[in-house]
T-cell receptor, first 117, second 115 residues
Framework: GAGVSQSPSNKVTEKGKDVELRCDPISGHTALYWYRQSLGQGLEFLIYFQGNSAPDKSGLPSDRFSAERTGGSVSTLTIQRTQQEDSAVYLC???????????????FGPGTRLTVL | AQTVTQSQPEMSVQEAETVTLSCTYDTSESNYYLFWYKQPPSRQMILVIRQEAYKQQNATENRFSVNFQKAAKSFSLKISDSQLGDTAMYFCAFMYGGSQGNLIFGKGTKLSVKP
């Protein structure tokens, strides 16, 4: 079946502009995660969605970052008033039922490389 | 707080040889999983192997195996018979019970397999 897809693959924007990044998880996966991968760093957790529950936003670095997940499927990560330090690869992952089962494999998308000029 | 440390930013190995990537972690949790993920230049993260903390037997997946030392909080990855396609970033990651299932990652090791 289809894996996790993300769009766009690359995004170049100017400082101060808003951007939207999209993630399509694997069909039937109730859990969805967003991570940020800055140059030379590991992946940093941003936000977690599980079914219809309120998302865990504990990893969002500032209030310029927000995300939503419509219909329990597609998710959009929005960054408002982008800054140069927001430049990174943003990865989305989905799993069958998230934290409900410890050790669930997360399946990752190819990421969106965001460059803020 | 949970932390994962990969002390080798870069490593190289000759094709067909064996290489070991190091990972240590810090936690007070007793129920957790450890993972190794591979990220080739395509950026697609791929699960290589995972280990449940309660299992004493080291996990193996074909040419990939781990050396899990729970008391030392060490989780190294051994790649046998290295292949050119193994060239990638390798990330060690940790997931603990009571979390939302999110992964805590190390900074990665860049592995180059040379012909």
């Amino acid at each position: 079946g289809a894996g996790v897809s993300q769009s766009p693959s690359n995004k170049v924007t100017e400082k101060g502009k808003d951007v939207e990044l999209r993630c399509d998880p694997i069909s039937g996966h109730t859990a969805l995660y967003w991570y940020r991968q800055s140059l030379g760093q590991g992946l940093e957790f941003l936000i977690y969605f599980q079914g219809n529950s309120a998302p865990d936003k504990s990893g969002l670095p500032s209030d310029r970052f927000s995300a939503e997940r419509t219909g329990g499927s597609v998710s959009t990560l929005t960054i408002q008033r982008t800054q140069q330090e927001d430049s990174a690869v943003y990865l989305c992952a989905s799993s069958l039922n998230g934290g409900a089962t410890l050790g669930n494999e997360q399946f990752f998308g190819p990421g969106t490389r965001l460059t803020v000029l | 707080a949970q932390t994962v440390t990969q002390s080798q930013p870069e490593m190289s190995v000759q094709e067909a040889e064996t290489v070991t990537l190091s990972c240590t972690y810090d936690t007070s949790e007793s129920n957790y999983y450890l993972f190794w993920y591979k990220q080739p230049p395509s950026r697609q993260m791929i699960l290589v192997i995972r280990q449940e903390a309660y299992k004493q037997q080291n996990a193996t997946e074909n040419r990939f195996s781990v050396n899990f030392q729970k008391a030392a909080k060490s989780f190294s990855l051994k790649i046998s018979d290295s292949q050119l396609g193994d060239t990638a970033m390798y990330f060690c990651a940790f997931m603990y019970g009571g979390s939302q299932g999110n992964l805590i990652f190390g900074k990665g090791t860049k592995l180059s397999v040379k012909p």
